[in-house]
């Protein structure tokens, strides 16, 4: 069964960080932009950071430059997303998409998602 596993989700205080994992099951990351996008509760989903599968160029949101960096271990066959500075208003279920589009606005499929809450 081919599946993205998001993992890294959990409670954190503002100002806090954490690292989200994505790792494909049934098949490798490689050859694909992998994402992530996420959603609050009564938002619409958004775009958050992408990277692509040949060189590795990354795409943020403006409201997580110079706070979120995406990566990619392809030996692993995982990608990254370090959140740092974190804030009350990244609550959100975020989740790892396949095949993101460089604006943040589309993308193939994705994983069931983490929970990230930011909160004091």
């Known amino acids: 069964q081919v599946q993205l596993m998001e993992s890294g989700g959990g409670l954190v205080q503002p100002g806090g960080s954490l690292r989200l994992s994505c790792a494909g099951s049934g098949f490798t990351l490689d050859n694909y932009a992998v994402g992530w996008f996420r959603q609050a509760p009564g938002k619409e989903r958004e775009g958050v950071s992408c990277i692509s599968s040949r060189d590795g160029k990354t795409y943020y949101a403006d409201s997580v430059k110079g706070r979120f960096a995406i990566s990619r271990d392809n030996l692993k066959s995982t990608v990254y997303l370090q959140m740092n500075s974190l804030k009350t208003e990244d609550t959100a279920v975020y989740f790892c998409?396949?095949?993101?589009?460089?604006?943040?606005?589309?993308?193939?499929?994705g994983g069931q998602g983490t929970q990230v809450t930011v909160s004091s």
């Open positions: 998409v396949i095949r993101c589009s460089a604006d943040l606005e589309d993308y193939d499929w």
